[in-house]
């Protein structure tokens, strides 16, 4: 059975950094694409980041680009997402997500199957 748990959220300052993780369990780690989605209130939930089951390859909404950065660290079955320059307009309950099938990019939001609890942002002003 596949476990994401999250972790790393937080309340913060416009322009202050936080760093998410997600701790993976239930199968090989290294096989599988991972990703963060976000989901503020009253809005649907939106594409982060994703990178790809070598860590070769990250995606990011354009909304974030430049500021956050997704990795993984393989023999901690963990990804992170560094998040800099936060803005109010971050907000979110932030989720992190992993595809059915192995060898993927982890590039579209249809990819992700699997989800975590969450972790709350909060980035005041």
């Known amino acids: 059975q596949v476990q994401l748990v999250e972790s790393g959220g937080g309340l913060v300052q416009a322009g202050g950094s936080l760093r998410l993780s997600c701790a993976a369990s239930?199968?090989?780690?290294?096989?599988?694409?991972m990703g963060w989605f976000r989901q503020a209130p009253g809005k649907e939930r939106e594409f982060v980041s994703g990178?790809?089951?070598?860590?070769?390859?990250?995606y990011y909404a354009e909304g974030v680009k430049g500021r956050f950065t997704i990795s993984r660290d393989n023999a901690k079955s963990t990804v992170y997402l560094q998040m800099n320059s936060l803005k109010p307009d971050d907000t979110a309950v932030y989720y992190c997500?992993?595809?059915?099938?192995?060898?993927?990019?982890?590039?579209?939001?249809?990819?992700?199957?699997?989800w975590g609890q969450g972790t709350q942002v909060t980035v005041s002003s």
């Open positions: 997500a992993s595809p059915r099938t192995p060898y993927g990019l982890g590039s579209k939001s249809s990819e992700f199957e699997y």
């Open positions: 990178i790809n089951w070598r860590g070769t390859s990250t």
């Open positions: 239930g199968r090989t780690f290294s096989a599988y694409a």
